[in-house]
T-cell receptor
Framework: EPEVTQTPSHQVTQMGQEVILRCVPI?????FYWYRQILGQKVEFLVS????????KSEIFDDQFSVERPDGSNFTLKIRSTKLEDSAMYFC?????????????FGSGTQLSVL | GDSVTQMEGPVTLSEEAFLTINCTYT??????LFWYVQYPGEGLQLLLK?????DKGSNKGFEATYRKETTSFHLEKGSVQVSDSAVYFC????????????FGKGTRLHILP
């Protein structure tokens, strides 16, 4: 089965530094997402992206966050100035169409640790 | 707002035991309900789903029935295997925004040989 690939699997950074989390969605997919899970808490929706623009974002996704599809294959999440509370597992997801109940494919996640 | 509550883990069982992981939800309207599984080192994978009341989702020996009257979607398996050790997430999506999935906290399952 095709896979969503995320790199790196672990990222350690200092507070205030910028980080970029990378994702390669499945090649014929058009809809892209980022979710995150803070340790011990729920998996939370961050943002959805379609046709080169954000279609929805949560209240967590403030001005410190941005997403980009720079080259037609990668989908990145940038955190401009990391805070301790940004430490979490970040999941990328994609799906082929926006139809109701179209299957969502997730990557294995990037564990971000902010020190 | 919409939410999902699932039983706290970890859950530890012996091989061939019966498994139940409880899940209840709060939502407006009639959401679709899902169970996702995350095996060690892998991404979240859709295990099964149900899109309307009384539907039963099933896959790999796991089952869950959409119970509107009790707002529940409990996951069951009659005889677990060591390979079922993973984290299981109950989730829902609303009818009109099914890409915005709302997850529970996850339940870690350990199966002992």
């Amino acid at each position: 089965e095709p896979e969503v690939t995320q790199t790196p699997s672990h990222q350690v950074t200092q507070m205030g530094q910028e980080v970029i989390l990378r994702c390669v969605p499945i090649s014929n997919h058009l809809y892209f997402y980022w979710y995150r899970q803070i340790l011990g808490q729920k998996v939370e929706f961050l943002v959805s992206f379609y046709n080169n623009e954000i279609s929805e974002k949560s209240e967590i996704f403030d001005d410190q966050f941005s997403v980009e599809r720079p080259d037609g294959s990668n989908f990145t999440l940038k955190i401009r100035s990391t805070k301790l509370e940004d430490s979490a597992m970040y999941f990328c997801a994609s799906r082929r169409e926006g139809r109701l109940n179209e299957k969502l494919f997730f990557g294995s996640g990037t564990q971000l640790s902010v020190l | 707002g919409d939410s999902v509550t699932q039983m706290e883990g970890p859950v530890t069982l012996s091989e061939e035991a019966f498994l139940t992981i409880n899940c209840t939800y709060t939502a407006t309207g009639y959401p679709s309900l899902f169970w996702y599984v995350q095996y060690p080192g892998e991404g979240l994978q859709l295990l099964l789903k149900a899109t309307k009341a009384d539907d039963k989702g099933s896959n790999k020996g796991f089952e869950a029935t959409y119970r509107k009257e009790t707002t529940s979607f409990h996951l069951e398996k009659g005889s677990v295997q060591v390979s079922d050790s993973a984290v299981y997430f109950c989730a829902l999506s609303s009818v009109n925004r099914d890409d915005k999935i709302i997850f529970g906290k996850g339940t870690r399952l350990h199966i002992l040989p």
